[in-house]
């Protein structure tokens, strides 16, 4: 059996960088990126090996300021769309994650995990027209303000960065990140949140 190349070796840098900035061009539709950041970053960390599922991004942020909200994003996670049709959890591992993502309160594996589960979005991203995808995590701070007081509310979501050209598929990505919001409202007096509804559907 022939050992599989490494992605390194099948990607090289130049079709990397070209599928990455195609990608990082979609985040227009939150922010202004910043371009360079995002891009160095891919570019330096590569893109999965062909035995992996996904490969983590190092630190990276981008905090954006508009009037009353503000957005900050971090690019986290590489997918080798290559692997996605076995990337999905199904029977005891199904229950298993379930049960174990159940107590977690890190985000990112909550969204990893909601992927994993998703048929249709795997099967999107298996039959991307590039082979790796980009996960990023937003988090939007707004104050929203009422006749006599104001609310400081947080929304966190995935941002999913998928070579797709196909109006359907991409309005279903959006779809996907609007039920994967997580709503919360500031506590009064002491810097913590409490869970809260997510976002009006726009």
């Known amino acids: 059996m022939k050992k599989p190349k490494s992605y390194r070796k099948t990607l090289d840098r ?32 590569g893109a999965p090996k062909a035995t992996q599922s996904l490969r983590y991004l190092p630190f990276n942020r981008q905090i954006h300021a508009d009037g009353e909200v503000t957005t900050t994003l971090s690019l986290v996670v590489l997918f080798n769309n290559l692997r996605m049709e076995r990337f999905f959890l199904c029977g005891f591992r199904e229950r298993l994650s379930r049960l174990v993502f159940k107590f977690s309160f890190n985000v990112m594996d909550r969204f990893i995990r909601a992927i994993r589960l998703d048929h249709r979005l795997l099967r999107i991203m298996a039959t991307a027209t590039g082979e790796f995808s980009i996960m990023g995590i937003v988090k939007r701070d707004e104050i929203q303000r009422k006749r006599f007081y104001k609310r400081r509310c947080r929304f966190i979501y995935p941002l999913l960065l998928i070579p797709v050209n196909d109006p359907d598929s991409q309005s279903y990505l959006i779809e996907f990140e609007r039920r994967q919001t997580i709503g919360k409202i500031k506590i009064p007096l002491i810097p913590l949140y409490r869970k809260g509804p997510p976002p009006v559907h726009e």
């Not at 990455?20 to 360079?36: H, K, Q, W």
């Open 14 to 45: 130049l079709k990397v960088s070209n599928l990455a900035g195609r990608l990082i061009r979609d985040i227009e539709r939150i922010i202004p990126p910043d371009t360079d950041l995002f891009h160095e970053t891919v570019i330096l960390t």
